[in-house]
């Protein structure tokens, strides 16, 4: 059974806040969006290549029905679509600003800190070199 909006949103405003944005990739489509304005499918795919087509998709669709982007359809042959960022999305822009400004300032901290979880990311391959360690499977 699922929580409530309501209740969701009122234990704490960080949540609600963070309940259209957060996870892996939001945040960076987000980010694309409000640097470039607006992109297409395939720019995207082009700026995110870790990103599969099909989560690239579900991600965007959920950022429209969020009200977060919005998706212009040109009525032409090959078809043309472009994402921006929603009026609402556009309120996300000084949040976004000090995301990668805070980012930027503290890269290297950041990277000190990821530092030590991606050496234990790693086992030694057959001739001794460190390599990132394959994640399971899940059945």
């Known amino acids: 059974m699922s929580t409530p909006v309501e209740a969701r949103f009122f234990q704490c405003p960080v949540d609600a806040g963070l309940a259209l944005m957060a996870g892996?990739?939001?945040p960076r489509l987000l980010w694309k969006l409000y640097r470039y304005q607006t992109m297409r499918f395939g720019q995207l795919k082009r700026m995110l290549?870790?990103?599969?087509?099909?989560?690239?998709?579900?991600?965007?669709?959920?950022?429209?029905?969020?009200?977060?982007?919005?998706?212009?359809?040109?009525?032409?042959?090959p078809p043309k679509?472009?994402?921006?960022?929603s009026a609402f999305g556009k309120t996300l822009e000084p949040v976004?600003?000090?995301?990668?400004?805070?980012?930027?300032?503290?890269?290297?901290?950041?990277?000190?800190?990821?530092?030590?979880?991606?050496?234990?990311?790693?086992?030694?391959s057959s001739s001794g070199v460190l390599e990132a360690?394959?994640?399971m499977n899940k059945k």
């Not at 690239?56 to 950022?63: A, D, M």
């Open 81 to 85: 679509v472009e994402y921006t960022l």
């Open 24 to 26: 892996k990739w939001k």
């Open 96 to 124: 976004i600003a000090a995301i990668a400004n805070w980012g930027e300032m503290h890269e290297q901290e950041i990277r000190s800190h990821l530092e030590p979880r991606d050496v234990a990311l790693q086992v030694p």
């Open 49 to 77: 290549p870790d990103i599969t087509d099909k989560m690239l998709t579900q991600q965007l669709r959920e950022l429209e029905a969020d009200g977060l982007i919005t998706r212009k359809v040109y009525p032409v042959v």
């Open 133 to 135: 360690r394959k994640p």
